[in-house]
């Protein structure tokens, strides 16, 4: 399994813009779909974002559709979230994650998770 580490979550007002990463660890990083997940608290993890392993589809949630962007660096084993006009809904945990099945908003068909990044946005 590949491991994956996120960082870049922080403070952010309402508007704004952050960037995450997740650096994944392994030789096998190029034959992972990506995916981005959120959980607030008291909510179910919910899917932000996937992309294939050729970067070729990529899929988003209505709720981030227009903000944010999902991409991936094959040379440095990285896969980022671009998140743009940011709102206070989108205050959560995010988790970077991956698996070897096609492209999906499951997130019971990733296999590997990262530990999580923490997203605030203030109003």
């Known amino acids: 399994q590949v491991e994956l580490v996120e960082s870049g979550g922080g403070l952010v007002q309402a508007g704004g813009s952050l960037r995450l990463s997740c650096a994944a660890s392994?030789?096998?990083?190029?034959?992972?779909?990506m995916g981005w997940f959120r959980q607030a608290p008291g909510k179910e993890r919910e899917f932000v974002a996937a992309i294939i392993r050729s970067g070729g589809i990529i899929m988003y949630a209505d709720s981030v559709k227009g903000r944010f962007t999902i991409s991936r660096d094959k040379v440095k084993d990285t896969v980022y979230l671009q998140m743009n006009s940011l709102k206070p809904d989108d205050t959560a945990v995010y988790y970077c994650?991956?698996?070897?099945?096609?492209?999906?908003?499951?997130?019971?068909?990733?296999?590997?998770w990262g530990p999580g990044t923490q997203v605030t946005v203030s109003s």
């Open positions: 392994g030789r096998t990083f190029s034959t992972y779909v």
């Open positions: 994650a991956a698996t070897r099945s096609s492209i999906s908003r499951s997130p019971t068909d990733f296999t590997s």
